[in-house]
C-alpha cells in the first residue's frame, strides 16, 4: 500500500509534536527535581547547661610613693614581704603566690591652678601579686581578712575575685552538640506542618559562647565570660542548614 504526500507530512507532524512534548514534561521533571534538591531550611539551635566554678583567683595591687626611687623600693620590698606572710599564715601556698615585677613613675609638682610642671616632686613604686587557689571558698575567706595588710601601713588596691571552669572546653564541646541536635529539633517541627521532613545537614555554624551567671540573660555578640559568679551558665548556639525532602 502506497502512502500518500499528505500522511507523510501528518506523520511528520504527529512525531514533531511528541518530541516536543516529551521533551517539556522531561526539563519540568529536571526542573522540579533540581528544586527539590535545592530546596532548604535554615534554623538556630541552642543549649545551655548550669556549672560550678572549681577554681579561683585574686589578685592584690599595692604601691608606695617615696622622694627617691631607693626609698620606694625598699618600701616596697617590705610591704611584698608583709604581704607574702599575711597569705602564707593563712594556708596559701607559696607554689600558688605569684609577684609582678616592680614598676614606677614620676610625679611632678604642680602650680596653684593644677597645671603640671617639670620640677619633680617624688616617685610611685607599684607591684602587684596574684593568687591562684583550686576552690571557691579560700579566697572568699582571705578577702575578708584584707584590712590586716591595711593596718600595716600598706597601701593596697585588692581586685574582685575571679572564679573559673577548669573543664570548660569539654562542656563547650558537648554544648555544640547539644545545640545542634535543638537545631535539627526545631528544624523538624517547622517543616512537619506542610508535611516535609528533613533530610542530611548541609552546613552548620557554631555561635558565641555566653557563659553568664545563672539567673542573667545578658548576651554579647563577642561572647560573654562572667568570672564574678561561683554558679554560671554555659550557652551555646549553632546555625545549622538542612535539606528539605
Known sequence: MQIKDYQVIVLGIIIALGCVFSTYI??????????????????TGSASQNVTSDSSSWII???TKSL????????????????????????IDEKNVNFSS????????????????????????YQSVTIKVNDTTTLTKLSKKIDELVNQDINLNAENIQYYVSNLDDIKVKMV????????????SMVKAT???IGAINSAKMGVFQIVPVDSTEVSDYGYNDTSSIEKKVVATVSATFTVK
Not at 522540579?32 to 531550611?41: A, C, G, S, V, Y
Not at 552538640?177 to 523538624?188: I, L, S
Open 61 to 63: 595591687n599595692f604601691r
Open 68 to 91: 627617691t626611687l631607693k626609698e620606694g623600693y625598699a618600701k616596697l620590698n617590705s610591704d611584698a614581704a608583709k604581704i607574702k606572710d599575711f597569705l602564707l599564715s593563712n594556708g
Open 102 to 125: 616592680i614598676g614606677s613613675y614620676e610625679n611632678y609638682k604642680r602650680t596653684a591652678n593644677g597645671a603640671s610642671t617639670n620640677e619633680l616632686e617624688s616617685y610611685t613604686v
Open 177 to 188: 552538640g547539644e545545640a545542634t541536635r535543638n537545631a535539627q529539633d526545631r528544624a523538624k
Open 195 to 197: 508535611n516535609g521532613k
Open 26 to 43: 522531561l526539563s519540568n521533571a529536571i526542573v522540579e527535581f533540581q528544586k527539590l534538591q535545592n530546596q532548604t531550611i535554615r534554623v
